[in-house]
């Protein structure tokens, strides 16, 4: 990058760990954008039609109220009108930069933890996106769950800790994102894993089904049959960790409408959601959950204790299963259910396989992530 633009991996890194040199992040958006998808923490100035016609007189009236001795990076949609105002601020002695692609780079971000709670699996983060897909591997093998369509971010995974990727799996078909499970698979020659009843048109997919299992080196995926978000939805049980897709959040649980959203499929989904929930939060109190997707939470890696999360007072769906109160469960879902992802039916229908990918299909999964049910 230029002395005059950031990276959106580099603000995504600055925020996390670089306590040494902190980073106050402007978004120049407009309220509703800003509102609906955001960098936590960020500030908002909402002054994009303004810098658009190059009026920066709000932006000069706001200079007493922006730090003197902190850079500053300037976001808005796709890293034009902040470059305006990131020019404009430097004239007036700031250190600013404009994040390249704004909003839109951020989306593509990923970023590799290593979950040090247990045994060979690396966590895949998208902030952007709240998407978090895995790594699992054992004795030079591994197996990429969930992945993203950026594929190159998975091989350099593997790559920099000497892998053979020999399985691709996804823990259902879905909406938020468009899968790279394919795409991956198939340039590596490797089986694609799906449950059956998730699988749509797709060809050349390796079928789950419960209690089966996914060699990795000398251990194994095991599969565990969890519909409820969709009809096809599993988790994976591997060492002491449960890779729980959609099911269970670390603060909700996958929504069960957006296979059909009639109030009474959403009621028989969320009940197959409840006996799902009931079946995995049989593991002990020390099986470290890993979930598929993240709100606002700020730890890295996203993972948390079963017991930890049972005691927690977060996840209101949760507390009702281990009260064994189906109906409050049902009931609460129906009337909370969120607004839905954006884009989700044409991204289901390209991970079902009966629609192709054109070149907007980066575009389609920006935004906020809407896959809680509440």
């Known amino acids: 990058m230029s002395n005059t633009t950031i990276g959106p991996a580099d603000v995504s890194r600055r925020l996390q760990t670089d306590d040494s040199a902190p980073l106050f992040v402007l978004d120049v958006r407009n309220e509703a954008e800003y509102d609906e998808w955001r960098i936590e923490g960020s500030t908002n100035l909402p002054i994009y039609n303004e810098l658009l016609e190059y009026d920066y007189s709000t932006l000069e009236s706001h200079v007493d109220e922006l730090p003197e001795e902190t850079e500053i990076a300037v976001m808005c949609v796709a890293g034009i009108t902040s470059a305006r105002a990131a020019e404009f601020l430097r004239t007036h002695g700031f250190n600013a930069k404009s994040v390249a692609d704004g909003m839109n780079g951020w989306g593509r971000v990923h970023r590799q933890y290593e979950v040090e709670c247990v045994d060979g699996v690396v966590q895949i983060v998208r902030p952007g996106t709240g998407c978090l897909s895995y790594l699992v591997h054992d004795d030079g093998d591994a197996v990429v769950v969930d992945p993203s369509q950026y594929i ?26 468009v899968s790279g499970a394919r795409q991956l698979a198939g340039e590596l020659d490797v089986p694609y894993y799906l449950h059956e009843a998730d699988t749509g048109a797709l060809d050349s997919v390796t079928e789950l089904g419960d209690g089966e299992l996914i060699a990795v080196g000398e251990r194994d995926l095991d599969v565990i049959y969890t519909p409820g978000h969709t009809p096809g939805s599993v988790s994976f049980a591997f060492g ?16 069960p409408d957006l296979e059909d959203s009639a109030e009474d499929a959403v009621r028989t989904a969320a009940s197959q959601l409840f006996d799902s929930l009931e079946r995995v939060t049989e593991f002990d109190d020390d099986r470290v959950v890993l979930p598929g997707h993240f709100s606002d939470e700020s730890i890295r890696p996203l993972a948390t204790d079963l017991g930890e999360l049972r005691a927690a007072t977060t996840n209101e769906l949760l507390s009702y299963v281990d009260a064994g109160d189906e109906d409050a469960f049902v009931e609460t879902i129906v009337d909370s259910l969120a607004d839905e992802p954006a884009n989700y039916n044409e991204i289901k229908q390209i991970n079902w396989g009966t629609e192709q990918p054109d070149g907007d299909v980066e575009e389609l999964e920006l935004g906020p992530n809407n896959c809680a049910a509440n």
Request: proline share 0%; net charge negative; charged share 25%.
């Open 152 to 177: 190159d971010k998975y091989l350099s995974a593997a790559d920099e800790r000497g892998l053979t990727i020999v399985g691709v799996a996804d823990t259902h078909a879905h909406a938020d994102h």
């Open 240 to 255: 002491n960790t449960l890779l729980s897709g959609d099911t269970l959040f670390l603060r909700s649980v996958g929504r």
